[in-house]
């Protein structure tokens, strides 16, 4: 795909490419979404349009993005670094507005530039930080009345202040508006409340910030408006939500052999989970969209075309528990989850009329785990027939500071009742599919229990809490405390809804269950991604199953054909 391009493009060639860019010149590219080449000034510009119009420039030939690959890799990208300029991410934090209220507001834009803080007023509200928590909008709202009852902007100030404190986050761009100045700034630090008087007004409650050479129209044009749930009217505004630019497609390999059968013993399930080593476990994360590919050793011991055969996207991901706990981490064994597969019509091959759908060097096609470009991810599942599948949006939820739960108190119950299926105890085929954000809900579940045991246990308890999941271990429980002597293993288990039909348990963890006892805790936690969530706590559960209050039965199980019967039938 990147036949196009020469073998070398020279530097002033690349500069005058970004002149013309910057002059408006008519292209055909679309704007860059996962990378930026910069000039020497510091300025961002998508890497495929810069690349053609140097090729178009030094040759009169007008290319397509279609015409040639982009992306980490790519022929694109290698000619721009080997000219000299720097291939950079692009920036991941969200993106904001923050309007100058001032008298003289071209000022007070300046003043951002030159003490590289923004700020903003209501000042007589003293520190937020010592504020009681958790500090909200509508509390922050009502000290604005109480200390400035003539202000008329105390809605504004509520929620400008709380996203200043809590909601803009280190590394966030920020473009702050005069009445003809403007700057982009990345915040470097925490909220801090100064009494300075730069400006008069109380303009005490601020953030640290680096002065981006960023074009303020530029980064207000890709941004859009204000998000959902935000307000034109509000002096600090987001207008765009963070990036995730890691979730960009993988293949994963799914060979049917290997050479001497030295990786035949993976455990992976087309459709339904793949396991891979530990090197592979930062690329592998929940949401990415994937394509499965083969190599040309088949298991009749013949070969066949290398080709793509199927697309889907990466689900829940955990540690395989059956590694010998001695291992070290670089023999340890991941599974994840796959979710929203679709299997190609007809596989498609790796080259076609002589072109790879991957730039990449020979030595890479044996990598099991590898990322590519969007315009190859595009390219090959319409070469398959296919519809390509949406990144999926961000969940959206509150900051956890506003997050205030419930604990479910009487004939409450969060998890529904229901009758154990006609078979008893007879393992059944569920086939459920799990969501995209069930790690997202998850781990929301497990912080706001954490939150919960550190507030109202004892303080000697209190001081023993550990969030083993997010440490990684897996003893069979997420979080752990320390009462009279013992330890208290507590399973979270989370849910957007209202309530929860069941809940899915696994082997480990039962038998975790099973060996503690009343020392094993299940918390149940419904309406996860609210700001009213609500909790509960089984104690036990293994003895709330023995004693029929609840139920349990296998999920399902795991049919194959034998190698016996491969034999018979040969």
């Not at 408006?24 to 961002?44: M, W």
């Not at 951002?112 to 009681?132: F, Q, Y």
């Not at 909008?137 to 202040?161: C, F, V, Y």
Request: charged content about 25%.
């Amino acid at each position: 795909m990147s036949s196009s391009l020469p073998e070398q493009i020279d530097h002033e060639l690349i500069l005058g490419a970004m002149r013309s860019y910057r002059s408006g010149v008519d292209h055909p590219f679309a704007a860059s979404t996962k990378y930026d080449v910069l000039d020497d000034a510091g300025r961002r510009y998508p890497p495929k349009a810069i690349v053609g119009l140097a090729v178009q420039e030094a040759t009169s030939q007008r290319l397509a993005s279609r015409d040639f690959s982009g992306g980490a890799g790519s022929k694109c990208f290698r000619l721009l670094e080997e000219a000299g300029f720097a291939i950079v991410p692009k920036p991941t934090g969200a993106v904001w507005r923050l309007i100058a209220h001032h008298n003289d507001r071209d000022h007070a834009v300046e003043l951002v530039r030159t003490k590289r803080r923004i700020a903003i007023g209501w000042g007589a509200t003293g520190d937020l930080r010592e504020m009681p928590k958790p500090v909200t909008a509508p509390e922050i709202r009502k000290r604005i009345t109480e200390m400035l009852p003539k202000n008329r902007n105390a809605t504004d100030g509520g929620q400008s202040l709380r996203r200043l404190l809590s909601g803009v986050q280190v590394g966030d761009r920020v473009v702050v508006k005069g009445h003809k100045a403007k700057v982009v700034v990345e915040v470097t630090g925490p909220y801090q409340w100064v009494q300075t008087h730069d400006l008069e007004g109380g303009y005490w409650h601020q953030r640290p910030v680096r002065v981006l050479p960023d074009d303020p129209e530029e980064v207000l044009r890709a941004s859009g408006s204000a998000v959902d749930g935000e307000s034109m009217r509000w002096t600090l505004l987001k207008i765009q939500e963070q990036k995730d630019v890691a979730l960009c497609p993988l293949v994963l390999v799914e060979n049917e052999a290997t050479a001497g059968g030295h990786y035949d013993h993976w455990a992976d399930i087309t459709g339904e989970r793949y396991q891979y080593p530990n090197q592979y476990r930062k690329k592998i994360q929940p949401g990415r969209r994937f394509i499965y590919y083969r190599g040309s050793r088949r298991t009749d011991g013949g070969r066949g075309t290398p080709e793509y055969f199927g697309q889907g996207v990466i689900g829940e991901v955990r540690l395989d528990q059956d590694v010998p706990s001695g291992e070290s981490k670089s023999g340890r064994r991941w599974s994840c989850d796959v979710v929203d597969y679709q299997p190609f019509a007809e596989p498609v091959a790796f080259r076609i009329d002589g072109k790879h759908f991957e730039d990449i060097p020979k030595n890479r096609w044996g990598v099991a785990v590898r990322e590519i470009s969007e315009d190859a991810y595009s390219a090959i599942v319409q070469a398959a027939g296919g519809v390509e599948i949406a990144p999926a949006k961000p969940l959206v939820m509150p900051d956890l500071e506003e997050v205030v739960p419930t604990v479910a108190g009487g004939d409450e119950q969060l998890l529904a009742a229901r009758k154990p299926k006609s078979g008893g105890g007879k393992a059944g085929g569920s086939g459920r599919r799990r969501s995209r954000f069930s790690v997202e809900v998850g781990r929301r579940g497990e912080e706001i229990v954490l939150a919960h045991l550190k507030k109202t246990l004892p303080a000697a308890e209190a001081a023993t809490v550990r969030w083993t999941a997010d440490e990684g271990d897996t003893p069979g429980w997420d979080i752990e405390f320390v009462r009279d002597g013992e330890l208290i293993g507590v399973e979270v288990k989370a849910s957007s809804t209202s309530v929860m039909a069941t809940i899915e348990v696994t082997q480990n963890e039962w038998r975790a269950a099973e060996k503690n006892a009343s020392r094993y805790w299940l918390a149940l936690v419904v309406n996860a991604t609210t700001a009213s969530p609500s909790i509960q706590i089984l104690s036990d559960p293994f003895a709330l199953v023995s004693a029929g209050k609840m139920g349990a039965e296998p999920s399902g199980y795991r049919i194959w054909r034998t190698a016996e019967d491969e034999q018979r039938n040969a």
